[in-house]
């Protein structure tokens, strides 16, 4: 009954005329108190002076709250402000009880009203005193009461710094949970068995599952401020393994109002462990590049495409072309960008393959820059559908490098992808052709062709990590394809910002490869997601081995066997040297497997896709097949040349 009392009523707060009868009340006490300390218990003394001078002393300290306005502050929130405007409110009482001591002192008030100097200094440190105690008082008694008899969340604060004390405040000051901050864990030595504001800090070795039991412990909070994402996932690590749960607080540039909230502690994701570097909207390259242009995106409201939109939108742009043939993510792009005041955008329903829709576009809004992100990607699904993925991947990348060629656009931007390197994959195969091309056409053309090369990135769509998210909610099992199985991760606005500055640093004719940090075992990383959900594995949610999928690789690979890299001013980029292909013959297959492509026939284009690019092996598809029919024409081959 007491927990329901406090919490629907947490909500409300004492009126500020009651703090500020309160307040008065005190403060006439205080005055009487004076007059008891200054001339003794008994009051042996005349007081009908008192009796004269407690009314305007009432009036004169209502006065001073009003126009201080000490009242208006939540009681239970009390902190150094509001001792601060006491101390206020307090001295501006007594200047004018002085002032009055003054004038009593002349013909125009009555002597009955001089109040003693001594008086005035006593009522003076005695209002500072318990008026201040008073909030104090109540403060700790009502999170005594809280505390004490409503059923509380305890909780454990790691990092007992700055950020610690501002997440200790925050969760104080909440009113719409019943939450008690038990200690601080600190990984500092000289920190361990010291308190902060009356709390205990323990060293981070005391984290057993044995002492969060004993403790009632519920959650703990990470707030350490500029955290690695190694450092995080280390610390994670350990309190995955305890029965609580874990949060962070976010960036110091996330906070309302630059304010942390209660409510911005959120519990640990995936996202956060894999988190990589902030990204930096103030880049003056890409702030010179992009100035005044006309820039064209492709595959607008997708995942990248919608990225790089975003992160166009900040600079000073001509216009943006967003071009995507899905309707409704479009439309939801649009009103995202409208509701942020971007209106300077055409938002384009059209389908790359069409040429002369295409063309259209282009003869209209005459782009000054492509970014190139619509593709077909779902690596299994292609390898069902391998006319498709040479349709948009192949078909779709030419026209518009041709286009672009046509028009004059000055750079051209092609989204690629790790997959294309030694591609085991349909999807992966089609973009190293579309990447080979848009290389070829770069020696005849005043249009630079820039090619960018990365992996996986965070909460894509057909990502692994929502994918995992949906089967943690039903329950499990979470279904892994190997148990060795890894991949690189980047989060979308990273990898955005990558292609634009790539976009930014080209000369045409490069690709560009992507710094893609560590690889992750995703065996692993679904293990780390249950733990995040507060689940444990296998015990309530099991992960099924299911067998790579047609065309999946166990690893990735940002580079091919011939390849090599050279280092540009941007440390997370780098530049791919590879041999340079017979263009004239490359054009030819690839205007072959164009017109092969019409007729639906999926080994014959797929014969084809080899032939192009000769290291594509499948791997657990369909078109192993092909491959074997290759190895065995040329042993037959080297035994007719002995």
Same mark, same amino acid.
């Given at each position: 009954?007491?927990?329901?009392?406090?919490?629907?009523?947490?909500? @409300?707060?004492?009126?500020?005329?009651?703090?500020?009868?309160?307040?008065?009340?005190?403060?006439?006490?205080?005055?009487?108190?004076?007059?008891?300390?200054?001339?003794?218990?008994?009051?042996?003394?005349?007081?009908?002076?008192?009796?004269?001078?407690?009314?305007?002393?009432?009036?004169?300290?209502?006065?001073?709250?009003?126009?201080?306005?000490?009242?208006?502050?939540?009681?239970?929130?009390?902190?150094?402000?509001?001792?601060? &405007?006491?101390?206020?409110?307090?001295?501006?009482?007594?200047?004018?009880?002085?002032?009055?001591?003054?004038?009593?002192?002349?013909?125009?008030?009555?002597?009955?009203?001089?109040?003693?100097?001594?008086?005035?200094?006593?009522?003076?440190?005695?209002?500072?005193?318990?008026?201040?105690?008073?909030?104090?008082?109540?403060?700790?008694?009502?999170?005594?009461?809280?505390?004490?008899?409503?059923?509380? !969340?305890?909780?454990?604060?790691?990092?007992?710094?700055?950020?610690?004390?501002?997440?200790?405040?925050?969760?104080?000051?909440?009113?719409?949970?019943?939450?008690?901050?038990?200690?601080?864990?600190?990984?500092?030595?000289?920190?361990?068995?010291?308190?902060?504001?009356?709390?205990?800090?323990?060293?981070?070795?005391?984290?057993?599952?044995?002492?969060?039991?004993?403790? &009632?412990?519920?959650?703990?909070?990470?707030?350490?401020?500029?955290?690695?994402?190694?450092?995080?996932?280390?610390?994670?690590?350990?309190?995955?393994?305890?029965?609580?749960?874990? @949060?962070?607080?976010?960036?110091?540039?996330?906070?309302?109002?630059?304010?942390?909230?209660? !409510?911005?502690?959120?519990?640990?994701?995936?996202?956060?462990?894999?988190?990589?570097?902030?990204?930096?909207?103030?880049?003056?390259?890409?702030?010179?590049?992009?100035?005044?242009?006309?820039?064209?995106?492709?595959?607008?409201?997708?995942?990248?495409?919608?990225?790089?939109?975003?992160?166009?939108?900040?600079?000073?742009?001509?216009?943006?072309?967003?071009?995507?043939?899905? #309707?409704?993510?479009?439309?939801?792009?649009?009103? #995202?960008?409208?509701?942020?005041?971007?209106?300077?955008?055409?938002?384009?329903?059209?389908?790359?393959?069409?040429?002369?829709?295409?063309?259209?576009?282009?003869?209209?809004?005459?782009?000054?820059?492509?970014?190139?992100?619509?593709?077909?990607?779902?690596?299994?699904?292609?390898?069902?559908?391998?006319?498709?993925?040479?349709?948009?991947?192949?078909?779709?990348?030419?026209?518009?490098?041709?286009?672009?060629?046509?028009?004059?656009?000055?750079?051209?931007?092609?989204?690629?992808?790790?997959?294309?390197?030694?591609?085991?994959?349909?999807?992966?195969?089609?973009?190293?052709?579309?990447?080979?091309?848009?290389?070829?056409?770069?020696?005849?053309?005043?249009?630079?062709?820039?090619?960018?090369?990365?992996?996986?990135?965070?909460?894509?769509?057909?990502?692994?990590?929502?994918?995992?998210? =949906?089967?943690?909610?039903?329950?499990?099992?979470?279904?892994?394809?190997?148990?060795?199985?890894?991949?690189?991760?980047?989060?979308?606005?990273?990898?955005?910002?990558?292609?634009?500055?790539?976009?930014?640093?080209?000369?045409?004719?490069?690709?560009?490869?992507?710094?893609?940090?560590? !690889?992750?075992?995703?065996?692993?990383?679904?293990?780390?997601?249950?733990?995040?959900?507060?689940?444990?594995?296998? &015990?309530?949610?099991?992960? =099924?081995?299911?067998?790579?999928?047609?065309?999946?690789?166990?690893?990735?690979?940002?580079?091919?066997?011939?390849?090599?890299?050279?280092?540009?001013?941007?440390?997370?980029?780098?530049?791919?040297?590879?041999?340079?292909?017979?263009?004239?013959?490359?054009?030819?297959?690839?205007?072959?497997?164009?017109?092969?492509?019409?007729?639906?026939?999926?080994?014959?284009?797929?014969?084809?896709?080899? #032939?192009?690019?000769?290291?594509?092996?499948?791997?657990?598809?369909?078109?192993?097949?092909?491959?074997?029919?290759?190895?065995?024409?040329?042993?037959?081959?080297?035994?007719?040349?002995?």
């Amino acid at each position: 009954m007491i927990k329901s009392y406090l919490v629907n009523n947490s909500h @409300k707060h004492a009126s500020k005329w009651l703090v500020l009868a309160i307040d008065v009340s005190i403060t006439i006490f205080n005055f009487f108190l004076a007059y008891a300390i200054r001339f003794g218990i008994t009051l042996d003394f005349d007081t009908t002076n008192m009796w004269y001078q407690l009314p305007i002393v009432a009036g004169l300290a209502t006065l001073s709250f009003l126009v201080i306005g000490s009242y208006k502050g939540v009681v239970r929130h009390t902190g150094m402000r509001d001792a601060y &405007n006491l101390f206020l409110s307090v001295t501006i009482l007594i200047a004018l009880t002085g002032f009055l001591m003054l004038l009593s002192r002349s013909t125009l008030v009555p002597e009955l009203l001089n109040i003693p100097v001594s008086i005035i200094c006593i009522h003076y440190m005695l209002n500072i005193i318990t008026l201040t105690t008073s909030r104090l008082i109540f403060k700790y008694c009502y999170y005594y009461i809280k505390s004490k008899l409503g059923e509380t !969340s305890r909780i454990l604060i790691y990092g007992a710094g700055d950020s610690g004390l501002i997440t200790l405040a925050a969760i104080t000051n909440d009113s719409n949970r019943l939450l008690s901050v038990f200690g601080f864990v600190d990984d500092n030595p000289q920190k361990k068995g010291k308190t902060i504001n009356g709390i205990k800090v323990y060293a981070s070795d005391v984290l057993t599952q044995s002492f969060v039991t004993k403790n &009632n412990i519920k959650e703990i909070v990470v707030s350490i401020p500029h955290i690695s994402k190694k450092r995080l996932s280390e610390i994670s690590d350990n309190l995955l393994k305890l029965p609580v749960k874990v @949060k962070i607080i976010p960036a110091v540039n996330d906070w309302i109002d630059g304010k942390l909230e209660v !409510s911005q502690i959120k519990e640990i994701q995936i996202e956060d462990l894999l988190e990589r570097a902030p990204i930096n909207m103030e880049n003056q390259n890409i702030k010179k590049e992009l100035n005044n242009k006309a820039i064209l995106i492709t595959g607008a409201a997708g995942s990248i495409g919608s990225e790089i939109v975003r992160q166009a939108s900040y600079y000073k742009y001509k216009n943006l072309i967003l071009v995507d043939q899905a #309707e409704s993510p479009l439309y939801d792009l649009q009103q #995202e960008l409208l509701s942020k005041g971007v209106t300077n955008f055409i938002p384009i329903v059209a389908d790359i393959r069409d040429h002369q829709r295409m063309e259209t576009i282009f003869e209209k809004y005459r782009p000054n820059m492509v970014f190139h992100a619509a593709a077909y990607k779902h690596v299994p699904l292609m390898e069902s559908n391998p006319c498709e993925a040479i349709k948009i991947n192949v078909l779709g990348t030419r026209k518009l490098a041709d286009l672009s060629s046509e028009f004059g656009v000055e750079k051209f931007v092609f989204v690629s992808t790790d997959k294309a390197v030694n591609p085991t994959n349909v999807m992966g195969a089609t973009k190293r052709v579309a990447e080979m091309y848009i290389k070829c056409l770069h020696k005849t053309s005043k249009t630079k062709f820039i090619t960018t090369r990365f992996g996986n990135v965070l909460g894509s769509n057909g990502s692994v990590i929502p994918l995992f998210k =949906k089967q943690i909610q039903k329950g499990g099992p979470l279904t892994v394809t190997h148990q060795d199985v890894t991949r690189f991760f980047m989060t979308i606005p990273e990898a955005s910002q990558l292609v634009i500055e790539a976009g930014t640093m080209g000369k045409g004719g490069e690709i560009f490869i992507f710094d893609m940090g560590e !690889s992750v075992k995703i065996f692993d990383l679904a293990k780390k997601m249950i733990r995040l959900s507060g689940l444990s594995y296998p &015990n309530d949610i099991d992960i =099924k081995i299911t067998g790579l999928r047609p065309g999946e690789k166990l690893y990735e690979e940002l580079l091919a066997d011939t390849e090599n890299t050279l280092p540009t001013y941007h440390k997370k980029i780098m530049i791919s040297k590879f041999d340079d292909n017979d263009c004239a013959n490359v054009k030819d297959k690839i205007d072959d497997l164009c017109i092969m492509n019409l007729f639906n026939q999926d080994h014959q284009i797929v014969g084809k896709l080899k #032939e192009i690019v000769p290291e594509y092996i499948s791997n657990n598809s369909t078109f192993e097949s092909i491959d074997k029919k290759n190895k065995g024409n040329q042993r037959k081959e080297q035994k007719v040349f002995v």
